[in-house]
Nanobody, 116 residues
Framework: QVQLVESGGGLVQPGGSLRLSCAAS????????MNWYRQAPGKERELVAT????????KYSDSVKGRFTISRDNAKNTVYLQMNSLKPEDTAVYYC?????????WGKGTLVTVSS
């Protein structure tokens, strides 16, 4: 079955950096796009970044464009989210997502807290 396991979250000061990882299994990883979402307290889950199957196309929400970079290593079945210049408003649980048609698969998420 599909499994997505996020890691790399934690507490970081404003202006700092973190790299999130998502280890995927149970499907043919190199055939599909992958996504990172986040959900802040009291807010809806939002799409942060998307990467195509071989990594040639990436898309970002306006709120993270220029600060976050999504990448993937198909040999390791892993997708990454490099987050730089972090702001308090980036505080959220970050989720890895894989869509198979109308079915969405999610990891349990990793908490990122940006605070001084």
């Amino acid at each position: 079955q599909v499994q997505l396991v996020e890691s790399g979250g934690g507490l970081v000061q404003p202006g700092g950096s973190l790299r999130l990882s998502c280890a995927a299994s149970g499907f043919t990883f190199n055939r599909d796009a992958m996504n990172w979402y986040r959900q802040a307290p009291g807010k809806e889950r939002e799409l942060v970044a998307t990467i195509s199957s071989v990594g040639g196309i990436t898309k970002y929400s306006d709120s993270v464009k220029g600060r976050f970079t999504i990448s993937r290593d198909n040999a390791k079945n892993t997708v990454y989210l490099q987050m730089n210049s972090l702001k308090p408003e980036d505080t959220a649980v970050y989720y890895c997502n894989y869509q198979r048609g109308s079915m969405g698969y999610w990891g349990k998420g990793t908490l990122v807290t940006v605070s001084s």
